[in-house]
Nanobody, 116 residues
Framework: QVQFVESGGGLVQPGGSLRLSCTASGFPFSTSIMKWYRQAPGKERELVASISSLGRTINYADSVKGRFTISRDNDKNTVYLQMNSLKPEDTAVYYC?????????WGQGTQVTVSS
């Protein structure tokens, strides 16, 4: 079955950096679009970034453009989210995601807290 193992979250001061990782199994990772979402308390889950199967097409939410970078390593079945210049409003649980046909698959989430 589809599984994700996410890591890399934590507590960081404003202006700091974190790198999230999501290692996948149970589906053909190298041919799949991968996405990072986040959900802050009391808010809806929002799309942060997406990357095509070979990494040629990348999209970001306006709120993270120029600060976050999504990448992938198909040999390791892993997608990354490098987050720089973090702000308190980036505080959320971050989830990796893929969609197969009409079904969305989610990781367990990793907490990112930006606070001084």
């Amino acid at each position: 079955q589809v599984q994700f193992v996410e890591s890399g979250g934590g507590l960081v001061q404003p202006g700091g950096s974190l790198r999230l990782s999501c290692t996948a199994s149970g589906f053909p990772f190298s041919t799949s679009i991968m996405k990072w979402y986040r959900q802050a308390p009391g808010k809806e889950r929002e799309l942060v970034a997406s990357i095509s199967s070979l990494g040629r097409t990348i999209n970001y939410a306006d709120s993270v453009k120029g600060r976050f970078t999504i990448s992938r390593d198909n040999d390791k079945n892993t997608v990354y989210l490098q987050m720089n210049s973090l702000k308190p409003e980036d505080t959320a649980v971050y989830y990796c995601n893929t969609r197969k046909f009409t079904v969305d698959y989610w990781g367990q989430g990793t907490q990112v807290t930006v606070s001084s």
